[in-house]
């Protein structure tokens, strides 16, 4: 059976007041982002590949 629903959960780096929170759901061939707060502002999809890729720039970034 294929997966067609996003299994969506909280960014471990969102912030700890809510105020800057993400959801991350990556049970699907693209990765799907979106803000916590707000749905409807849609989703960004990524390839896993790019997704990895920005997410080691972010925690370089971060040091």
């Known amino acids: 059976m294929t997966e067609t629903s996003p299994h969506w959960?909280?960014?471990t780096y969102s912030g700890p007041d809510n105020d800057a929170c993400?959801?991350?759901a990556s049970n699907?061939?693209?990765v799907h982002v979106?803000?916590?707060k707000d749905?409807?502002?849609g989703e960004l999809t990524a390839t896993p590949a790019a997704?990895?890729?920005f997410t080691a720039f972010?925690?370089?970034q971060s040091l």
């Open 28 to 30: 699907l061939p693209l």
């Open 22 to 24: 993400i959801e991350v």
């Open 51 to 53: 997704w990895a890729a």
């Open 58 to 60: 972010a925690r370089a």
């Open 39 to 41: 749905h409807a502002q």
């Open 9 to 11: 959960h909280k960014s």
């Open 34 to 36: 979106r803000d916590t």
